[in-house]
């Protein structure tokens, strides 16, 4: 029987409508969900928690950090840009925390635009709030609610060139923030025509690539599927690993059944 990787895919958090309700909720964009099943994974949303964060981790074997809401510019140590989002502390937090420790557990990691711009953060990077001002243009988001397409060049040898190549053209970007200061650690990947950068990785991790556009909207899904085959290959190690073998007996005492 073929392995099913579980990804985890991170949550938006806010308000919603639906048939007659208008309610806070937490939600993914179902293309996400088509992308990790289009690569052989399985799909679980996670909402944003402060706590728990191990067991979330034990029951995955990858995650994407998905898009959304800009990050609060008080947690890299910056001032309020007036067209920063509002902020969203509690997701803020809880995804740093989560990310923080799949790194350190090297969860193979796939961080799309705003979790592309977390990763940076937490190495203690910081954003550019306002990229039009920096580069004379709207090129990244030039319709709210509509992706605009652009290429990028990918250095090469990198684990982004090794998956897409050193040029790919068309991608799907919706953002109106960059990365200023690079974080520790991490190498820069891929850059837009305009010189904005649009991807980051971690070498020292199995699998830890960000990228500022949105591969989940592509019909490419090479990306999608290297973090699959990465997760089950992650899955295999740990569950012929004695240390790991109690997390799925504790699932069975809950009355749940440990995936195959």
Known sequence: MRETPLIGITAYAQPARWGAWDLPAALVPLHYVESVERAGGRALVVPPSVGAVDETLDVLDGIVFSGGIDVDPAVYGAERHPATDPAQAHRDTAELALLERALERDVPTLAVCRGFQLLNILRGGDLIQHLPEHLGHEGHRETPGVFSEHPVEVKGGTRLAGIIGERHDGVKSSHHQ??????????????????????????????AVGVLWHPEMEEDKRLFAA????????RAERRSSPSTSSTFADLGDLGLRAPP
């Open 178 to 207: 960059g990365v200023g200061r690079v974080g520790e650690g991490l190498v820069e990947t891929a850059w837009a025509e305009d010189g904005s950068l649009e991807a980051l990785e971690d070498p020292s991790r199995r699998f």
């Open 227 to 234: 973090l699959v085959g990465e997760a089950r290959r992650y």
